[in-house]
């Protein structure tokens, strides 16, 4: 049976406050939407690697370029600091085992921290761009910044919610030649992409936390 939510289900309590209604929402617990995991490397003003761990995104295409739209970059973050001033930024794509070094680049936030080596990480320089790349992960895209656009009015976020959605261009691709050989490694299934998933349940309330996804290739699909 389906059912239809136009209003907070009564059962969704707030784990900390602004939780559903600051920077995130209800809806967006009741659907669970699983999105990719990667991290958003550039430099802060100071010379210092900034690292942005990264889950509301999408990517699109147009006239032969690739983009990516960051959907979910609280304004006060270094990254979009970072992408003003420098205009570029690296997308690093970790696969499962390095999950827990780009969990600790967020324990490294400071501006005077290198993010990626103190993350336990490496760092490289990129080769198109003016920001580094993390070795270890098995794609780095290498971007141009587009543009930024603010989410919603400010006036209607409830407390300091404003976030940005910020556009960034494809100029270069790394990628590991183990995953892009689909038979070797692969890009897909428990070795490659990373989604991040979690849910709740409007009936009882019950928090689904989730875990780490990746993507199961049905080989039903119609050429
Ligand atoms: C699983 C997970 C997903 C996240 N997704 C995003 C995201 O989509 N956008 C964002 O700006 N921050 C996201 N964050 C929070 C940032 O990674 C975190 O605030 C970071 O330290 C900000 O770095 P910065 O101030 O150097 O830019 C996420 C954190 C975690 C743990």
């Not at 993350?119 to 098995?138: Q, W, Y």
């Amino acid at each position: 049976m389906k059912k239809e939510f136009a209003q907070r289900p009564e059962t969704f309590i707030e784990q900390w406050p602004g939780e559903l209604t600051g920077h995130g929402s209800w809806h967006g617990s009741l659907v669970g939407m699983p999105s990719p995991l990667f991290v958003v490397t550039s430099y802060k003003s100071n010379g210092k690697q900034n690292a942005c761990f990264q889950s509301r995104s999408t990517f699109t295409e147009n006239n032969g370029e690739l983009y990516c739209l960051l959907g979910w970059v609280p304004t006060g973050n270094h990254m979009l600091t970072s992408l003003r001033e420098t205009g570029c930024c690296v997308l690093n794509f970790p696969t499962r085992d390095l999950m827990d070094k780009c969990w600790k680049t967020i324990e490294h936030n400071q501006f005077e921290a290198d993010e990626i080596t103190d993350s336990g990480l490496t760092a490289e320089p990129a080769t198109s761009v003016n920001a580094p790349r993390i070795a270890e992960c098995f794609l780095n895209i290498e971007c141009e910044f587009v543009w930024e656009q603010e989410l919603a009015q400010r006036e209607f976020a409830l407390g300091d919610s404003s976030c940005a959605v910020v556009c960034v261009k494809a100029v270069r691709v790394c990628m590991d030649s183990d995953y892009y050989d689909e038979s070797e490694i692969g890009r897909y299934g428990k070795t490659g992409f990373v989604y991040m998933t979690g849910a709740r349940n409007p009936d009882t309330g019950e928090i689904y936390t989730g875990g780490y996804a990746g993507v199961e290739v049905y080989n039903d699909k119609t050429q």
